[in-house]
């Protein structure tokens, strides 16, 4: 017989004066293949069409999905119910505004992170929209492909301790960011360029290192690799600047 999932669903729109925050339960037949993504569906389309959360591509692709799934950061899509408990709370990722419910807004933090860090190619070249691209060697190509996975999801940022007590911390999705850059040939930013924007505790220094970003990260990237990367690149690069060297 299938199971009787038991949802507990935070619930709260903060765009309602009436509304307080409160958890509200929900009772679900479980069906074969399910995900979070079918059984919030069917929970809106059956029980309250009032509920909010953010959906998409379904695939694990746009990352607009992510919540908080029994504790743990996730993709709500990527979650099958076969693999939970009969009891499944489901709460909106800390750290980022809340739109509604489980909804969140991602986009503004990493909009504003990205300009922040400069998220884009520094070069000093004119384009000219008539040459021909320019070859990289593949496994440079590889190494910035391998970075530029990121989905945008937030779990990271969600899981951080770092980032729960400050705002100001531009967390692992923004740091891995600038590694992206940092291996980029055509970005033409030095060392201390870098650290002027991440040697601080806003940025590469804030970090404590106890890795929950990659243990929650749905896209499996070397968080901790491009942690460490970038540690040992601005720690050389804050001796160099006390000691005057280039
Ligand atoms: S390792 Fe750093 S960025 Fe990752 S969760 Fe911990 S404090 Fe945050
Ligand atoms: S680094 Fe991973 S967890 Fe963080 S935003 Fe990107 S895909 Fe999501
Ligand atoms: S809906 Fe796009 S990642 Fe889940």
């Not at 909010?52 to 979650?79: E, H, K, Y």
């Not at 509604?100 to 070069?123: A, C, L, N, P």
């Amino acid at each position: 017989m299938a199971r009787l999932l038991k949802f507990n669903i935070f619930r709260y729109n903060p765009m309602d004066e009436a509304s307080t925050p409160r958890m509200q339960e929900f009772v679900l037949e479980e069906t074969v293949n399910m995900t979070l993504f079918i059984a919030l569906n069917r929970l809106r389309e059956e029980q309250d069409p009032s509920l909010m959360f953010d959906f998409c591509c379904r695939a694990g692709i746009c990352g607009s999905c992510a919540m908080v799934i029994n504790g743990r950061p996730g993709l709500a899509c990527q979650t099958k119910t076969a693999d939970m408990p009969q009891d499944i709370t489901l709460l909106p990722l800390p750290v980022y505004k809340l739109i509604g419910d489980i909804s969140v807004d991602t986009g503004s933090w990493f909009r504003e992170m990205y300009e922040k860090t400069e998220s884009w190619v520094h070069t000093s070249k004119v384009f000219d929209p008539t040459a021909l691209e320019e070859r990289m060697d593949n496994e440079v190509a590889e190494q910035i492909y391998e970075l530029e996975r990121c989905v945008e999801c937030g779990c990271c940022v969600a899981a951080c301790g770092t980032a729960r007590l400050r705002d100001d911390f531009m967390g692992a999705a923004a740091l891995n960011r600038v590694a992206r850059f940092v291996v980029d040939p055509r970005d033409e930013r030095t060392d201390k360029d870098y650290f002027e924007i991440i040697g601080n505790d806003e940025g590469i220094f804030g970090c404590m290192g106890l890795l929950a970003c990659e243990d929650v990260c749905p896209k499996g990237l070397p968080l901790q690799n491009q942690l460490g990367f970038l540690r040992r690149k601005m720690g050389i690069t804050a001796l160099k600047n006390l000691f005057g060297r280039k």
